[in-house]
């Protein structure tokens, strides 16, 4: 889907026909937005002849780049940046590239999926009965803002899950999951840092007064993103830290829980070892007379049965009596 917008005589003028743009873009003082949302192989083809854009700039935009970036040409800028959806999908925020190529007076959108901050420019210009003057890289600055402006929400989402997850450690009653639940949330978390990083430093490069496309009054409002940027690394450090100071609070809960089923362990191996030492001596009197010899004097006695068991029953207090003593029962 291609979308256009020019903005001429503090007139929006939208849908304008793609044959009509490159009269529109003779006009220095006029200014072009073309948005293409899913872009086909003709839209493509479009935007090579009517911009002369470089064969690698147009590679870039058909394939996903893993890191943000940007190129400066002679004609234009190309910018490859990253965005997240407010809504989570499964558990999960869903990441989206937008690449835009911007000139003297005109800028070109292009991204696979319904960007927020695209639709919110959208919205903003379909509301303006007025018209604006505003120039190609302003837009480009309210793309960028809002794109970033949707971090925090998600931040703010994972401060909480962060959170309510350590106090269930701390708390000692992690769940089963717990561990699974921090390694998840620990990825998502470096591979976001991932993404902002180099991106941080692309916004710091159009904050720039000399940069090429960009006027000195949009550099102050790219000033205000690249703060806005800095609080988004700066908080994901925060988090890194937190989600690391989870993971050893869960360990040391684990190894608590470990040390209490290893002494109860042993206190029932104690026990155990007690009775079996009791029983020895008692095993070996009965192993004795248990022997099948025809000649024991013992087994001709009147008396001998109750006699055996009377010194078994002594052996057995007094080796009970001798191990409270020593403090070993």
Known sequence: MIRSFVCKDHRILRDVPLKQIKKHLKNKKTTVWIDLEKPTDSEYKFLEQTFDFHALSIEDCKKSLELPKVDIFEDYIFVVLHSVSPKLEKGHPKRG???????????????????????????????????????????????????????????????????????????????????????????????????????????????????????????????????????????????????????????????????VISNKMNQVMHKLTIIATVFMPLTFIAGIYGMNFRYMPELGWRYGYYVILGIMFIIAILMYFFFRKRKWA
């Open 97 to 259: 590239e937008v690449d835009f190529f911007l000139g003297k007076n005109y800028l070109i959108s292009v991204h696979t999926f319904k960007s927020p901050s695209v639709e919110h420019l959208v919205e903003k210009l379909e509301n303006n009965k007025k018209g604006t003057t505003k120039t190609a890289d302003f837009f480009m600055y309210e793309i960028i803002d809002y794109a970033i402006d949707l971090y925090f929400p998600l931040l703010d989402n994972w401060e909480d899950y962060i959170e309510d997850l350590e106090s269930s450690i701390i708390s000692h009653k992690p769940s089963k999951n717990s561990l699974k639940k921090i390694m998840r949330i620990k990825g998502e978390v470096l591979h976001l840092r991932k993404s902002i990083a180099p991106q941080r430093d692309v916004i710091n490069k159009l904050t720039r007064r000399d940069f090429p496309f960009i006027h000195p009054l949009t550099s102050i409002y790219f000033r205000d993103v690249y703060d806005h940027i800095m609080r988004v690394y700066t908080e994901l450090e925060t988090q890194r830290d937190l989600i690391n100071n989870a993971f050893e609070a869960y360990m040391s809960v684990l190894s608590n829980q470990m040390n």
